[in-house]
């Protein structure tokens, strides 16, 4: 089956827009937000897991799947889906923002990026070709073509050669595509530059893969600015095609991004958040391991319809985080995954509902509330 | 509903037996196996997860939830049922054990165990008065007298003073217990000495507690001397008391003393093992990071039904492993629980059939066949 990309409403006063993507594991309902699964797992979750708080579709890290367990083993098991026992579909990213911010040494040249692993300073080389060939065996519903993510701050001069080598590398991820059933998104670049970000997406477009996606923002720069830029990319993109604003983010970050016109998001927040005892409410954010949560009765949000609130109270939350207990991590991250997909789903439920914007002030007023 | 033990089938050529404890949160078929739940969890498995195991009942350790969270907190939950999730019936050791093993220093008087908590260093005072104060807040389904356990090796004066100490707390215990409705069990001491074992079983048996156990064992002696002493005590307790041998063990050890006469046992062993990549198969263990397992295909054990095994193969468990992520802590232990219920199941199905010796043979049959 062909990937597809429907277009459902619209919301009428803002970008706000409903789709679901067709995939050979399923459709998925957008606007979406992807569950990182780096290793093959999502942190403390099984595939049942995942499914139950909502999720529809996963991100898998090429970068950290073809040092460890590497690729040509899953491609044995007919890719990542039977590997990990997850049967939705999977979103692989390029690998290229790993190879840039984790291995221990990254050199690029035009043939590619040369990189040591962050696990046994073993040396390798990742081309645009390999990072296909990777996510073909992983059998990744959606593939990414390799970009350049150049450091920010950077300057004009070294943003603009990272986005032109971008669309070069982009163009022979086409070429060296086998699979078409699988999807191929290209990531636009340009920091934080609106003209660059401009170049970057016209380059692209020009290629007609099945979706695009923005690279190269919450980096470190302000929300303002990452919001207006998305603000302006957004528009250039047609609406047949899927946009998937990539490492974002916070609660906020993605009402303010979907309300600009993005489809997708993923980031590792609500799992690493979970990790560390911060967990999301309709009300802003709680920190587990308070002294006041020690007696307490109260799930950690009343309104929350997940396995653990369900189940569980802060006062036995908080004994098992002190404790450091394995448990509480799978429970922990369960909370905060459904917390997000929460937010899809109400989210989808007011775009269709056309009423998005009365949504967006809705969910400040709670925040403020505590 | 008072706590009562039902006897059934006695195989005709040894001690195995099979029976059903009846306790305030439900019925638990004997011989049974139950996970420890140090802290208030079977350490990486939801109560869901224990439940899907096979497991009727499991253990909580009186001496680390006094510590932590405190006996206090958990009974205002209504107990440690209702703290932790677990609707199925709970035993409690008494603290005894921990104590003398775990605090940082521990000093025995007439009146209790003076000792300081491996927490914090804080100084506790654990008499058999607070033992079943501690264990009637968490509203354990059976409790255990407060016993002396005296070092291995020790002389026969300490063993025969620690056994009389651990009588005089039993009396004490019987007399501070006031929920009737939860079941009391006393501890036969008596280290390696049959003689002492014998005067241990006999003065405790006439303060006629709800059930007996055997302390004191597993604790580095010859696996030999444990069934010998084993093979002493259990004809001394009459059969209408279940008999429970506290912190075994191997499954050698558990086919070995239900040959002998023991209905209930508990250890860490399946669980432990579990979290350093150790699993059991009915062939025999498997070190789950071993290389030949790298590109195995094939589950832990192709004839085991566990959660783990239906939907995972040893080379992604392997690479979860090896990379240290949380999910395969649930699953691995999963499988080691499930795996000693089933043994359990199969003991007392052999037990009902009639034919334990068969079952006992076949058992290191399959064993030797790797």
């Not at 597809?4 to 789709?19: I, M, N």
């Not at 560390?276 to 949560?293: M, P, S």
């Not at 036995?316 to 429970?331: D, K």
Request: charged share 20%; aromatic share 10%.
């Amino acid at each position: 089956m062909a990937f597809e990309f429907e277009r459902l409403e619209k919301d009428s006063l803002c970008a706000a827009r409903l789709g679901i993507l067709h995939t050979a594991h399923g459709t998925v309902k957008t606007p979406c937000f992807m569950p990182v699964g780096t290793l093959g797992t999502v942190k403390a979750l099984s595939p049942d897991d995942i499914r139950e708080c909502g999720a529809e579709i996963i991100l898998g890290n090429t970068y950290h799947l073809f040092l460890r367990p590497g690729h040509e083993l899953i491609g044995s098991f007919g890719g990542l889906h039977n590997f990990m026992g997850w049967n939705g579909p999977i979103l692989t990213d390029s690998g290229g923002f790993q190879v840039f911010s984790l291995a221990q040494m990254c050199k690029i040249e035009e043939s590619g990026a040369l990189f040591r692993s962050h696990v046994d300073g073993t040396l390798h080389s990742l081309t645009p070709e390999l990072a296909i060939s990777i996510q073909e065996a992983l059998g990744s519903d959606i593939m990414m073509c390799l970009d350049v993510c150049a450091a920010y701050p950077s300057g004009e001069p070294v943003i603009k050669a990272a986005l032109e080598r971008t669309t070069r590398w982009s163009k022979r991820c086409k070429e060296a595509r086998k699979r078409e059933e699988l999807a191929l998104f290209g990531i636009i670049q340009g920091g934080m530059y609106p003209h660059l970000r401009s170049q970057s997406a016209y380059e692209l477009l020009e290629l007609e893969l099945n979706g695009y996606a923005i690279g190269g923002l919450s980096v470190g720069e302000p929300s303002e600015m990452m919001y207006e830029l998305v603000e302006h990319i957004a528009p250039l993109v047609p609406r047949h095609y899927p946009l998937y604003l990539m490492g974002v983010g916070t609660p906020e970050d993605i009402v303010e991004c979907v309300y600009r016109g993005v489809d997708m998001f993923d980031c590792v927040m609500p799992s690493r958040n979970a990790r560390n005892g911060l967990l999301f409410t309709q009300r802003g954010k709680l920190v587990i391991k308070n002294a006041r949560y020690a007696d307490d009765h109260a799930p950690i949000d009343q309104e929350c319809g997940c396995y653990t609130c369900r189940h569980f109270s802060r006062a036995y939350l908080r004994h098992l985080f002190q404790a450091r207990e394995l448990l509480v991590y799978r429970l922990l991250t369960i909370h905060n995954v459904f917390y997000y997909q929460s937010l899809m789903s109400q989210i989808r439920t007011a775009i269709s509902d056309g009423n998005f914007l009365t949504f967006r002030q809705e969910f400040y007023n709670k925040r403020r509330e505590i």
